[in-house]
């Protein structure tokens, strides 16, 4: 007992460490900066204001921002180490599923959960994905524990599902899915006599969560179409959902930077393994070949959902399966390894750590992220007075420097420009001391906006280079 206690410190601990490593590098980026005002406004109603016109998004992520800026203040530490903290015990609830369902596998399924460059990613950002799989882990946890006799099916465990999914849901939608596979792996982990009396007690819990859910689903959420939405399962969706799954690099990687791919070789071979101990294990433990199944429907649940509502595929909306997979690829590992030496057990799992830091130093999963503080830095050197009229194409993401300027007590007024298209006439009516911001890659807008008036000027020195350049009209 003590042994495992000190090896389920050991894998917390990386969890924490490979999380906090390099949390404040970046500057927050648009998405980030977007919950970080909305957790600034005065009251937690007039954030739920905001969380309204967010596409899809439930609130307890904001709510708990909102507390974390009032607790820790706005620096990018303190705004992260709330989902960091998430994350981390995502990883001991998965541990504890993987103890009821496989326990010799636990260390294993801690392992891989601590070094996912995919959760690592998602611990460092101020957004709901991290506390989704966080709820998602307890809710297969409990199901796992409920299905092995660790917890008895009492109505207080019933009504901590319940709470559970509710939580779940109301920190992100998608992830509520993992009740699929959370009621088959459950279902099949028990004598045939009682598969009936766990599906009925499972399920009702579940839809009573959706009841509860229901007020935000149809007064709060904005489901409308999304701006940059798909009604179509293309080739790049499909490649979404492996990459979500991490069998594929998350972004093509040019052949001098291979040390994402090399990671997805390694999690694609395990998964090929799982499946196949899966298959021959289908009598004894039929919950393993149940798991897989139910990673399926879910992954076609998100699947459908995606179209239904034309949102755009991403494989972060895959990040809630991580706990049952990772407990089936620990199942499938502990298998393989029992006639292992120790030492080379121990080399493999050096070895996914290793490929775990190369794909993380190697930032191909970090591509979204913006470097606007330097840029947010010479708006405000450069806006002339309070209000001072401000463009920036694409429009959607001022709220990133508009982030960084409410921390400097900076008040510009941004104004779009229809269609985000770049018109003379326009650009020419633009008051002296107008501001403009593009993206570095639109050198090519530069003639037009020279042609108006409009000058660049110099950014504060920055590790990272910005992701936008800075104009301002009639100056320098």
Not at 15 to 37: K, T
Not at 154 to 168: C, H, I, K, Q, S
Not at 421 to 447: M, V
């Amino acid at each position: 007992m003590r042994r495992h206690l000190w090896v389920f410190a050991a894998l917390v601990l990386l969890a924490f460490a490979l999380r906090l490593r390099d949390v404040d590098r970046y500057d927050l980026w648009y998405d980030e900066a977007g919950q970080a005002l909305a957790a600034l406004k005065p009251t937690l109603a007039e954030t739920l204001q905001v969380v309204r016109r967010h596409h899809g998004a439930s609130p307890l992520s904001y709510l708990l921002t909102a507390v974390a800026i009032r607790l820790g203040g706005t620096s990018e530490l303190a705004l992260r180490f709330e989902p960091l903290f998430w994350s981390v015990l995502s990883v001991a609830l998965t541990i504890r599923a993987a103890r009821a369902l496989a326990p010799r596998g636990a260390a294993w399924a801690g392992l891989l959960a601590a070094l996912s460059p995919f959760a690592i990613r998602y611990a460092q950002e101020v957004r709901f994905y991290a506390l989704g799989l966080m709820w998602a882990s307890a809710v297969f946890c409990v199901a796992a524990l409920v299905a092995t006799g660790a917890l008895h099916r009492r109505w207080t465990t019933w009504l901590l599902l319940v709470g559970l999914t509710t939580a779940l849901l109301y920190s992100h939608a998608y992830s509520v899915f993992i009740a699929l596979p959370a009621l088959i792996v459950a279902i099949l982990s028990v004598p045939a006599r009682e598969r009936l009396r766990v599906a009925l007690w499972q399920t009702s819990a579940y839809a009573l969560a959706g009841l509860l859910f229901a007020p935000w689903f149809f007064g709060g959420m904005k489901v409308a179409a999304h701006p940059f939405g798909t009604h179509t399962l293309t080739p790049e969706a499909v490649r979404s959902v492996w990459a979500g799954l991490e069998v594929v690099p998350l972004v093509p990687s040019p052949p001098t930077h291979v040390a994402d791919g090399l990671f997805a070789v390694a999690t694609l071979g395990l998964s090929v393994l799982a499946l196949i101990y899966a298959a021959a294990r289908v009598r004894h433990a039929p919950w393993l070949a149940g798991g897989v199944l139910g990673i399926g429907l879910a992954v076609a649940a998100v699947c459908a959902a995606t179209l239904a509502v034309g949102y755009f595929f991403h494989p972060r909306q895959f990040l809630f399966l991580q706990p049952v997979r990772f407990v089936l690829l620990s199942a499938a590992l502990a298998s393989a390894s029992q006639a292992v030496p120790s030492a080379l057990r121990g080399l493999l799992a050096i070895g996914l750590l290793g490929l775990s830091v190369m794909y993380t130093n190697a930032d191909l999963h970090r591509l979204e992220r913006a470097r606007l503080r330097p840029v947010a830095q010479a708006v405000a050197a450069h806006a002339s007075a309070p209000g001072t009229p401000a463009f920036i194409v694409p429009f959607w993401v001022y709220v990133a420097p508009e982030y960084y300027l409410h921390m400097m007590g900076v008040e510009v007024a941004w104004q779009r420009l229809p269609g985000d298209q770049l018109a003379a006439e326009q650009l020419s009516a633009a008051p002296k001391g107008a501001l403009f911001l593009i993206p570095t890659g639109r050198a090519d807008l530069l003639p037009l906006l020279n042609a108006a008036g409009f000058y660049e000027v110099a950014l504060p020195p920055s590790p990272t280079p910005p992701d936008f350049r800075v104009l301002v009209k009639d100056g320098a």
